[in-house]
C-alpha cells in the first residue's frame, strides 16, 4: 500500500552496528507499528503508539527502540544489531476512533544483521 | 524469493475451484477478526473483515465464517485465480486492543 512506506526496503549490517529503519504514511492514521515476520512464523510486535510521543512495548520490545515525533512517522531502531534480529519488518497504521481498527501495512523492510 | 511461506501449511488448489482457508483462535474474548494476505514481496494486504456479533460476512469473491462456539475462523475464495496464490493470516483483537496474528497458510493455485 503506497500509503505506509517503509526505507530502506532492504539493509545488510554487521553485529554491533546501530541502524535505524523509517516509517512514513500518508492515510492520516494516528496509530502506528512495528512488528517483525521470521519465516514460519506470525506477525510479532515490538512496538506500537497511539499518538505523537506515546510509546508503547509489544511482544518483543528488547533490543529495539522507536520514536514518534511526527504523526505521519514511526522509526525504529536497533541499538547495537545481533543476527537474531535478521527478519522482515514491517510498519503499520490504524485509525484509534475505528470501533474496527483495521491495520494496514507497509511493504516491509528486509534486514540482515552478519 | 520471499521465505515468509516456509514451514507453514499449505493449501494447493486447482484454478477455478473453491479454496477454503481455516484459522483457529485462542481468545475467546475477542470481538473482532481480519483476514490479510501476503504474497510474495509484499506487506499483509486487508482483504476482510468480521465482528463477532457476526457470523457471515461476505465480499467480492470471498466469505469470512466465524463459528465463536469452537473458536473457528475460516476464509472461502469462490473461483481461485493465480493471483490468490499468497500466505493468508488471520488477526483476531482482544481486550488489550492489539491484533494477535496466526501464523499463516499458504495458499498455491495450479493452473
Known amino acids: 500500500d503506497a500509503d505506509v512506506t517503509q526505507t530502506p526496503r532492504n539493509r545488510i549490517t554487521k553485529t554491533g552496528k546501530r541502524i535505524m529503519l523509517e516509517c512514513s504514511q500518508t492515510?492520516?492514521?494516528?496509530?502506528m507499528y512495528w512488528y517483525r515476520q521470521d519465516p514460519g512464523l506470525g506477525l510479532r510486535l515490538i512496538y506500537y503508539?497511539?499518538?505523537?510521543?506515546?510509546?508503547n512495548k509489544g511482544e518483543i520490545s528488547d533490543g529495539y527502540s522507536v520514536s514518534r515525533q511526527a504523526q505521519a512517522k514511526f522509526s525504529l531502531s536497533l541499538e547495537s544489531a545481533i543476527p537474531n534480529q535478521t527478519a522482515l519488518y514491517f510498519c503499520?497504521?490504524?485509525?484509534?476512533?475505528?470501533?474496527?481498527?483495521?491495520?494496514?501495512f507497509g511493504p516491509g523492510t528486509r534486514l540482515l544483521v552478519l | 524469493g520471499e521465505s515468509v511461506g516456509l514451514h507453514l501449511p499449505t493449501l494447493s488448489v486447482q484454478e477455478g475451484d473453491n479454496s477454503i482457508i481455516n484459522c483457529a483462535y485462542s481468545?475467546?474474548?475477542?470481538?473482532?477478526f481480519i483476514w490479510y494476505k501476503q504474497e510474495s514481496g509484499k506487506g499483509p494486504q486487508f482483504i476482510i473483515d468480521i465482528r463477532s456479533n457476526m457470523d457471515k460476512r461476505q465480499g467480492q469473491r470471498v466469505t469470512v465464517l466465524l463459528n465463536k462456539t469452537v473458536k473457528h475462523l475460516s476464509l472461502q475464495i469462490a473461483a481461485t485465480q493465480p493471483g490468490d496464490s499468497a500466505v493468508y493470516f488471520c488477526a483476531e483483537k482482544g481486550g488489550n486492543n492489539r491484533l494477535a496474528f496466526g501464523k499463516g497458510n499458504q495458499v498455491v493455485v495450479i493452473p
Open positions: 481468545n475467546s474474548a475477542s470481538d473482532y
Open positions: 503508539s497511539f499518538d505523537v510521543k506515546d510509546i
Open positions: 492515510k492520516g492514521h494516528d496509530r
Open positions: 503499520a497504521t490504524s485509525k484509534g476512533d475505528s470501533l474496527i481498527e483495521t491495520q494496514y
